[in-house]
Protein backbone atom coordinates (compact mmCIF):
# COMPACT_ATOMS: atom_id res chain seq x y z
CA UNK A 1 0.00 0.00 0.00
CA UNK A 2 2.77 2.63 0.77
CA UNK A 3 4.51 1.76 -2.54
CA UNK A 4 1.27 2.73 -4.41
CA UNK A 5 0.63 5.92 -2.39
CA UNK A 6 3.53 7.50 -2.30
CA UNK A 7 3.95 8.36 -5.67
CA UNK A 8 0.38 9.95 -5.56
CA UNK A 9 1.63 11.86 -3.04
CA UNK A 10 4.43 13.18 -4.56
CA UNK A 11 2.46 14.55 -7.68
CA UNK A 12 0.43 16.46 -5.53
CA UNK A 13 2.87 18.01 -3.74
CA UNK A 14 4.20 18.66 -7.54
CA UNK A 15 1.30 20.35 -8.65
CA UNK A 16 0.63 22.69 -5.75
CA UNK A 17 4.12 23.69 -5.58
CA UNK A 18 4.06 24.47 -9.44
CA UNK A 19 1.09 26.24 -8.58
CA UNK A 20 2.91 28.25 -5.86
CA UNK A 21 6.00 28.70 -8.35
CA UNK A 22 3.45 29.88 -11.40
CA UNK A 23 2.23 32.79 -8.40
CA UNK A 24 5.85 33.75 -7.55
CA UNK A 25 6.32 34.77 -11.46
CA UNK A 26 2.85 37.14 -11.30
CA UNK A 27 4.32 38.38 -8.17
CA UNK A 28 7.46 39.24 -10.31
CA UNK A 29 5.83 40.37 -13.39
CA UNK A 30 3.79 42.95 -10.68
CA UNK A 31 6.93 44.54 -9.41
CA UNK A 32 9.49 44.38 -12.23
CA UNK A 33 6.97 43.76 -15.42
CA UNK A 34 5.60 45.96 -18.14
CA UNK A 35 2.79 47.99 -18.03
CA UNK A 36 -0.58 45.51 -17.79
CA UNK A 37 -2.15 46.43 -21.18
CA UNK A 38 -4.52 44.25 -22.95
CA UNK A 39 -2.19 43.28 -26.40
CA UNK A 40 0.08 40.43 -27.35
CA UNK A 41 1.70 38.77 -24.69
CA UNK A 42 0.16 41.45 -22.25
CA UNK A 43 -3.10 39.40 -21.87
CA UNK A 44 -1.32 36.95 -19.71
CA UNK A 45 -0.38 39.79 -17.07
CA UNK A 46 -3.99 41.21 -17.52
CA UNK A 47 -5.31 37.33 -16.52
CA UNK A 48 -2.37 37.46 -13.36
CA UNK A 49 -3.33 41.31 -12.62
CA UNK A 50 -3.77 41.05 -8.80
CA UNK A 51 -4.26 37.31 -8.50
CA UNK A 52 -0.80 36.33 -7.19
CA UNK A 53 -1.63 37.59 -3.40
CA UNK A 54 -5.32 35.52 -3.64
CA UNK A 55 -3.32 32.47 -4.77
CA UNK A 56 -0.79 32.81 -2.47
CA UNK A 57 -3.04 32.59 0.25
CA UNK A 58 -5.15 30.39 -1.14
CA UNK A 59 -2.43 27.83 -1.36
CA UNK A 60 -1.37 28.64 2.30
CA UNK A 61 -4.30 27.43 3.25
CA UNK A 62 -4.51 24.05 1.43
CA UNK A 63 -1.15 23.22 2.12
CA UNK A 64 -2.26 23.88 5.92
CA UNK A 65 -5.21 21.34 5.50
CA UNK A 66 -2.98 18.89 3.43
CA UNK A 67 -0.21 18.89 6.53
CA UNK A 68 -2.88 18.10 8.69
CA UNK A 69 -3.64 15.14 6.54
CA UNK A 70 -6.01 16.59 4.25
CA UNK A 71 -9.29 14.85 3.38
CA UNK A 72 -8.68 12.71 6.32
CA UNK A 73 -7.81 14.79 8.94
CA UNK A 74 -5.78 13.93 12.08
CA UNK A 75 -5.52 15.15 15.78
CA UNK A 76 -1.96 17.49 15.99
CA UNK A 77 0.97 16.42 17.62
CA UNK A 78 2.41 17.47 20.42
CA UNK A 79 3.82 20.88 20.03
CA UNK A 80 2.28 22.35 17.28
CA UNK A 81 1.07 25.19 18.38
CA UNK A 82 3.93 26.35 20.24
CA UNK A 83 6.18 25.71 16.33
CA UNK A 84 2.82 28.02 15.21
CA UNK A 85 3.88 30.67 17.44
CA UNK A 86 7.53 30.66 16.50
CA UNK A 87 6.92 30.44 12.82
CA UNK A 88 4.37 33.52 12.79
CA UNK A 89 6.58 35.23 14.82
CA UNK A 90 9.59 34.80 12.50
CA UNK A 91 7.30 35.52 9.66
CA UNK A 92 6.35 39.11 10.93
CA UNK A 93 10.02 39.94 11.90
CA UNK A 94 11.26 38.91 8.76
CA UNK A 95 8.31 40.99 6.87
CA UNK A 96 9.17 44.13 8.90
CA UNK A 97 12.77 43.76 8.23
CA UNK A 98 11.82 43.54 4.30
CA UNK A 99 9.57 46.50 4.56
CA UNK A 100 12.62 48.41 5.77
CA UNK A 101 14.54 48.21 3.20
CA UNK A 102 12.01 50.40 1.18
CA UNK A 103 11.66 48.24 -1.97
CA UNK A 104 8.16 50.15 -3.08
CA UNK A 105 7.03 46.46 -2.63
CA UNK A 106 3.79 46.44 -0.36
CA UNK A 107 5.78 42.99 1.68
CA UNK A 108 2.60 40.89 2.87
CA UNK A 109 4.97 38.42 5.52
CA UNK A 110 3.73 40.25 8.32
CA UNK A 111 0.11 40.00 7.80
CA UNK A 112 0.94 35.96 6.87
CA UNK A 113 1.97 36.08 10.52
CA UNK A 114 -1.57 36.93 11.36
CA UNK A 115 -3.45 35.01 8.81
CA UNK A 116 -1.67 31.86 10.05
CA UNK A 117 -2.21 32.62 13.96
CA UNK A 118 -5.92 32.93 12.91
CA UNK A 119 -6.41 29.62 11.32
CA UNK A 120 -5.06 27.50 13.77
CA UNK A 121 -8.33 27.08 15.54
CA UNK A 122 -10.25 26.96 12.71
CA UNK A 123 -8.15 23.83 11.35
CA UNK A 124 -10.35 22.19 14.10
CA UNK A 125 -13.28 22.54 12.60
CA UNK A 126 -15.02 19.80 10.90
CA UNK A 127 -15.47 19.98 7.07
CA UNK A 128 -18.78 21.37 6.96
CA UNK A 129 -18.41 23.81 9.79
CA UNK A 130 -15.07 24.89 7.68
CA UNK A 131 -16.77 25.11 4.71
CA UNK A 132 -19.76 27.25 5.84
CA UNK A 133 -16.83 29.63 7.38
CA UNK A 134 -15.16 29.82 4.31
CA UNK A 135 -18.73 30.52 2.47
CA UNK A 136 -19.29 33.44 4.44
CA UNK A 137 -16.31 34.64 5.06
CA UNK A 138 -15.95 35.68 1.67
CA UNK A 139 -18.88 38.23 1.70
CA UNK A 140 -18.50 39.03 5.45
CA UNK A 141 -15.07 40.35 5.39
CA UNK A 142 -15.63 42.53 2.54
CA UNK A 143 -18.61 43.77 3.44
CA UNK A 144 -17.18 44.41 7.24
CA UNK A 145 -13.88 46.47 5.82
CA UNK A 146 -16.21 48.93 4.13
CA UNK A 147 -18.43 49.48 7.48
CA UNK A 148 -16.01 49.37 9.12
CA UNK A 149 -13.75 51.93 7.54
CA UNK A 150 -15.18 55.15 9.02
CA UNK A 151 -15.14 54.54 11.85
CA UNK A 152 -11.38 54.16 11.97
CA UNK A 153 -10.64 57.06 9.59
CA UNK A 154 -11.05 55.42 6.15
CA UNK A 155 -13.93 56.76 4.77
CA UNK A 156 -12.27 58.27 1.56
CA UNK A 157 -8.77 57.73 1.53
CA UNK A 158 -6.41 55.78 3.75
CA UNK A 159 -6.21 52.49 2.95
CA UNK A 160 -2.99 50.03 1.48
CA UNK A 161 -0.68 50.63 4.05
CA UNK A 162 1.94 47.88 5.37
CA UNK A 163 3.95 48.10 8.64
CA UNK A 164 7.47 48.54 9.35
CA UNK A 165 9.57 48.62 12.37
CA UNK A 166 7.70 51.23 14.20
CA UNK A 167 5.22 48.06 15.15
CA UNK A 168 7.91 47.15 17.57
CA UNK A 169 9.19 50.72 19.00
CA UNK A 170 6.30 51.85 20.51
CA UNK A 171 2.53 51.32 21.63
CA UNK A 172 1.16 53.80 19.39
CA UNK A 173 3.29 52.16 15.97
CA UNK A 174 2.31 48.83 17.88
CA UNK A 175 -1.85 49.72 18.04
CA UNK A 176 -1.32 51.27 13.66
CA UNK A 177 -0.30 47.97 13.03
CA UNK A 178 -2.74 46.49 14.28
CA UNK A 179 -4.99 48.84 12.41
CA UNK A 180 -2.96 48.05 9.54
CA UNK A 181 -2.78 44.58 9.62
CA UNK A 182 -6.42 43.65 11.05
CA UNK A 183 -8.41 46.62 8.69
CA UNK A 184 -6.53 49.29 6.99
CA UNK A 185 -3.14 47.33 5.01
CA UNK A 186 -2.42 46.52 1.37
CA UNK A 187 -3.87 43.07 2.64
CA UNK A 188 -5.70 43.30 6.19
CA UNK A 189 -7.38 40.08 7.99
CA UNK A 190 -11.07 41.20 7.05
CA UNK A 191 -10.49 40.55 2.99
CA UNK A 192 -7.55 38.47 2.73
CA UNK A 193 -7.77 35.69 5.42
CA UNK A 194 -10.77 34.19 3.39
CA UNK A 195 -8.66 32.94 0.56
CA UNK A 196 -6.73 30.96 3.40
CA UNK A 197 -10.30 29.67 4.50
CA UNK A 198 -11.27 28.86 1.20
CA UNK A 199 -8.09 26.63 0.67
CA UNK A 200 -8.65 24.84 3.77
CA UNK A 201 -11.97 23.71 3.10
CA UNK A 202 -10.40 22.97 -0.70
CA UNK A 203 -7.94 20.20 1.20
CA UNK A 204 -10.62 19.02 2.74
CA UNK A 205 -13.08 17.74 0.63
CA UNK A 206 -10.58 17.91 -2.91
CA UNK A 207 -8.28 14.87 -2.86
CA UNK A 208 -5.98 16.17 -5.32
CA UNK A 209 -4.42 12.15 -5.88
CA UNK A 210 -7.66 10.93 -7.12
CA UNK A 211 -8.70 10.59 -11.09
CA UNK A 212 -10.85 13.58 -12.33
CA UNK A 213 -10.47 16.04 -9.69
CA UNK A 214 -8.56 18.09 -12.18
CA UNK A 215 -10.99 18.50 -14.32
CA UNK A 216 -13.79 19.59 -11.74
CA UNK A 217 -11.39 21.95 -10.10
CA UNK A 218 -11.17 23.56 -13.58
CA UNK A 219 -14.28 22.99 -14.63
CA UNK A 220 -15.58 24.73 -11.03
CA UNK A 221 -13.08 27.42 -10.98
CA UNK A 222 -14.34 28.37 -14.32
CA UNK A 223 -17.52 29.05 -13.65
CA UNK A 224 -16.42 30.77 -10.41
CA UNK A 225 -14.39 33.12 -11.90
CA UNK A 226 -17.27 34.09 -14.37
CA UNK A 227 -19.31 34.27 -11.99
CA UNK A 228 -17.47 36.62 -9.91
CA UNK A 229 -16.50 39.64 -12.85
CA UNK A 230 -20.33 38.21 -14.59
CA UNK A 231 -22.57 39.28 -11.39
CA UNK A 232 -20.34 42.36 -11.04
CA UNK A 233 -20.41 43.47 -14.68
CA UNK A 234 -24.22 43.06 -14.60
CA UNK A 235 -24.62 44.73 -11.50
CA UNK A 236 -22.80 47.90 -12.42
CA UNK A 237 -24.12 47.95 -15.88
CA UNK A 238 -27.69 46.93 -16.28
CA UNK A 239 -28.09 47.26 -12.20
CA UNK A 240 -27.19 51.10 -12.17
CA UNK A 241 -24.09 50.53 -10.02
CA UNK A 242 -22.30 52.43 -11.72
CA UNK A 243 -24.17 55.99 -11.67
CA UNK A 244 -24.40 55.36 -8.22
CA UNK A 245 -20.99 55.25 -8.18
CA UNK A 246 -20.44 58.30 -9.94
CA UNK A 247 -22.62 60.36 -8.07
CA UNK A 248 -20.82 58.86 -5.16
CA UNK A 249 -17.55 59.98 -6.63
CA UNK A 250 -19.13 63.63 -7.43
CA UNK A 251 -19.94 64.03 -3.83
CA UNK A 252 -16.85 63.15 -2.43
CA UNK A 253 -13.83 62.34 -4.66
CA UNK A 254 -14.16 65.35 -6.67
CA UNK A 255 -10.39 65.25 -8.08
CA UNK A 256 -11.60 62.03 -9.78
CA UNK A 257 -14.52 63.62 -11.83
CA UNK A 258 -12.88 65.27 -14.58
CA UNK A 259 -10.78 62.06 -14.96
CA UNK A 260 -10.68 59.07 -18.16
CA UNK A 261 -12.44 57.15 -15.56
CA UNK A 262 -13.17 58.49 -12.13
CA UNK A 263 -13.93 54.53 -10.73
CA UNK A 264 -10.51 53.92 -11.65
CA UNK A 265 -9.10 56.88 -9.93
CA UNK A 266 -10.75 56.66 -6.73
CA UNK A 267 -9.24 52.85 -6.37
CA UNK A 268 -5.77 54.16 -7.58
CA UNK A 269 -5.59 56.29 -4.59
CA UNK A 270 -7.17 53.42 -2.13
CA UNK A 271 -4.33 51.36 -3.05
CA UNK A 272 -6.86 49.24 -5.18
CA UNK A 273 -8.83 48.46 -1.73
CA UNK A 274 -12.78 50.30 -1.97
CA UNK A 275 -13.59 53.11 -0.16
CA UNK A 276 -16.56 54.22 1.90
CA UNK A 277 -18.51 56.35 0.16
CA UNK A 278 -21.14 54.17 -1.67
CA UNK A 279 -22.34 50.40 -0.76
CA UNK A 280 -22.07 50.55 -4.82
CA UNK A 281 -17.97 50.26 -4.33
CA UNK A 282 -18.92 46.63 -3.04
CA UNK A 283 -20.10 45.75 -6.80
CA UNK A 284 -16.77 46.01 -8.63
CA UNK A 285 -14.34 43.36 -9.27
CA UNK A 286 -11.18 45.13 -10.27
CA UNK A 287 -7.53 43.84 -8.66
CA UNK A 288 -7.03 44.54 -5.02
CA UNK A 289 -10.55 46.03 -5.12
CA UNK A 290 -10.90 43.40 -1.84
CA UNK A 291 -14.61 43.11 -2.54
CA UNK A 292 -16.64 39.88 -2.74
CA UNK A 293 -17.20 39.46 -6.24
CA UNK A 294 -13.07 39.84 -6.75
CA UNK A 295 -12.65 37.72 -4.22
CA UNK A 296 -15.02 34.65 -6.01
CA UNK A 297 -13.20 35.76 -9.08
CA UNK A 298 -9.32 34.80 -7.90
CA UNK A 299 -10.37 32.10 -5.72
CA UNK A 300 -11.92 30.64 -8.93
CA UNK A 301 -8.77 31.75 -11.54
CA UNK A 302 -6.92 30.04 -8.36
CA UNK A 303 -8.50 26.66 -8.52
CA UNK A 304 -8.32 26.54 -12.36
CA UNK A 305 -4.74 27.12 -11.56
CA UNK A 306 -4.20 24.26 -9.13
CA UNK A 307 -6.23 21.94 -11.80
CA UNK A 308 -4.03 22.47 -14.63
CA UNK A 309 -1.14 21.83 -12.28
CA UNK A 310 -2.83 18.61 -11.53
CA UNK A 311 -3.89 18.00 -14.71
CA UNK A 312 -0.15 18.63 -16.15
CA UNK A 313 1.29 16.08 -13.38
CA UNK A 314 -1.00 13.35 -14.82
CA UNK A 315 1.42 13.56 -17.88
CA UNK A 316 5.06 12.12 -17.94
CA UNK A 317 6.61 15.03 -19.90
CA UNK A 318 4.47 17.67 -18.77
CA UNK A 319 5.66 16.40 -14.93
CA UNK A 320 9.41 16.07 -15.91
CA UNK A 321 8.96 19.74 -17.09
CA UNK A 322 7.18 20.85 -14.03
CA UNK A 323 9.88 19.47 -11.56
CA UNK A 324 12.19 22.49 -12.23
CA UNK A 325 9.24 24.58 -11.23
CA UNK A 326 8.09 22.92 -8.58
CA UNK A 327 11.51 23.47 -7.33
CA UNK A 328 10.88 27.56 -7.06
CA UNK A 329 7.58 26.45 -5.48
CA UNK A 330 9.27 24.87 -2.67
CA UNK A 331 11.58 27.86 -2.22
CA UNK A 332 8.84 30.31 -2.07
CA UNK A 333 9.61 31.96 1.07
CA UNK A 334 13.43 32.48 -0.20
CA UNK A 335 12.79 33.57 -3.53
CA UNK A 336 10.40 35.96 -2.30
CA UNK A 337 12.74 37.85 0.22
CA UNK A 338 15.47 37.59 -2.70
CA UNK A 339 13.35 39.63 -5.01
CA UNK A 340 12.41 41.96 -2.49
CA UNK A 341 16.21 42.82 -1.35
CA UNK A 342 17.26 42.63 -5.71
CA UNK A 343 14.56 45.34 -6.22
CA UNK A 344 15.85 47.54 -2.97
CA UNK A 345 19.55 47.08 -4.46
CA UNK A 346 19.41 46.92 -7.91
CA UNK A 347 16.40 49.34 -8.60
CA UNK A 348 15.64 47.14 -11.97
CA UNK A 349 13.59 49.10 -14.35
CA UNK A 350 10.27 47.42 -15.26
CA UNK A 351 10.02 45.76 -18.97
CA UNK A 352 10.03 42.40 -20.47
CA UNK A 353 13.62 41.61 -19.89
CA UNK A 354 13.85 42.46 -16.38
CA UNK A 355 11.31 40.49 -15.86
CA UNK A 356 12.61 36.99 -17.57
CA UNK A 357 16.10 37.86 -15.85
CA UNK A 358 14.29 37.58 -12.57
CA UNK A 359 12.35 34.26 -13.39
CA UNK A 360 15.27 32.95 -15.17
CA UNK A 361 17.76 33.40 -12.27
CA UNK A 362 14.99 32.10 -9.93
CA UNK A 363 14.53 29.45 -11.56
CA UNK A 364 18.09 28.12 -12.34
CA UNK A 365 19.46 29.75 -9.03
CA UNK A 366 16.66 27.25 -6.72
CA UNK A 367 17.64 23.95 -8.82
CA UNK A 368 21.20 24.44 -8.62
CA UNK A 369 20.40 24.76 -4.78
CA UNK A 370 18.58 21.83 -4.44
CA UNK A 371 20.83 19.76 -6.44
CA UNK A 372 23.48 20.94 -4.31
CA UNK A 373 21.71 20.43 -1.08
CA UNK A 374 19.63 17.23 -2.06
CA UNK A 375 20.98 15.25 0.39
CA UNK A 376 20.23 17.38 3.16
CA UNK A 377 17.17 19.46 4.97
CA UNK A 378 18.53 22.66 3.07
CA UNK A 379 17.38 21.78 -0.60
CA UNK A 380 14.10 23.42 0.61
CA UNK A 381 15.58 26.53 0.56
CA UNK A 382 17.55 28.95 3.36
CA UNK A 383 14.69 30.66 4.94
CA UNK A 384 12.22 27.34 4.81
CA UNK A 385 15.34 25.05 6.55
CA UNK A 386 15.94 28.04 9.47
CA UNK A 387 11.74 28.18 10.13
CA UNK A 388 11.70 24.25 10.29
CA UNK A 389 15.14 24.40 12.36
CA UNK A 390 13.87 26.87 14.97
CA UNK A 391 10.42 24.93 15.18
CA UNK A 392 10.39 22.79 18.34
CA UNK A 393 10.26 19.16 18.06
CA UNK A 394 7.32 17.68 17.67
CA UNK A 395 5.73 13.84 18.36
CA UNK A 396 6.81 11.72 15.11
CA UNK A 397 4.09 10.63 13.00
CA UNK A 398 3.07 7.24 12.67
CA UNK A 399 4.29 4.67 9.69
CA UNK A 400 0.38 4.47 8.57
CA UNK A 401 -0.07 8.85 8.78
CA UNK A 402 3.81 9.04 6.81
CA UNK A 403 1.85 6.57 4.08
CA UNK A 404 -1.41 8.41 3.80
CA UNK A 405 -1.07 10.30 0.23
CA UNK A 406 -2.73 13.57 2.09
CA UNK A 407 0.26 14.24 4.19
CA UNK A 408 3.11 16.00 3.07
CA UNK A 409 7.05 15.80 4.21
CA UNK A 410 8.06 17.96 7.32
CA UNK A 411 10.06 20.49 5.34
CA UNK A 412 6.93 20.93 2.64
CA UNK A 413 5.38 22.50 5.55
CA UNK A 414 7.10 25.73 5.59
CA UNK A 415 6.73 26.49 2.36
CA UNK A 416 3.30 27.54 2.52
CA UNK A 417 4.27 30.65 4.55
CA UNK A 418 5.73 32.46 1.51
CA UNK A 419 3.27 34.91 0.07
CA UNK A 420 3.57 37.65 -2.48
CA UNK A 421 2.04 41.25 -2.34
CA UNK A 422 1.59 43.25 -4.95
CA UNK A 423 4.02 46.47 -4.67
Avoid at 206 to 214: E, F
Avoid at 239 to 267: C, K, M, T, W, Y
Avoid at 288 to 309: D, K, M, R
Wanted: proline fraction near 8%.
Amino acid sequence: MQERTAPSANKRLLSVDSARAIAVFAMFAAHIGPPVRPEGAGYLLVAFDGRAPAIFTLIAGLSLTLSRGGTKPRAQPTGALPGTLIRCAVLAALGLALTELRSGIAVILTFFAIYFLAAEPLARLRTRALIAVATVSVVLGPVLSYALGPYFGYRIIGRGRYPGFEAVTSWSGFGDALDTLLLSGAYPWLTYFPYVVVGMALGRVANLSRPGIAGRLIGWGALTTLAGHGLSALALGPGGGREVLLRAIAHSHAFAVNGPDPVQAVLAKQAGAIPSTSWAWLLVDDPYSQTPFETVANIGFSWVLIGLAVAACRLHVLELLLRPLAVVGTMGLSVYAAHVLARAELQPQHGWPTLGAFCGVSLVGCVIWAYAFRATSLRRGPLEWALQAITPNRKAPTPESRATPETPTPENKATLEASSPRG
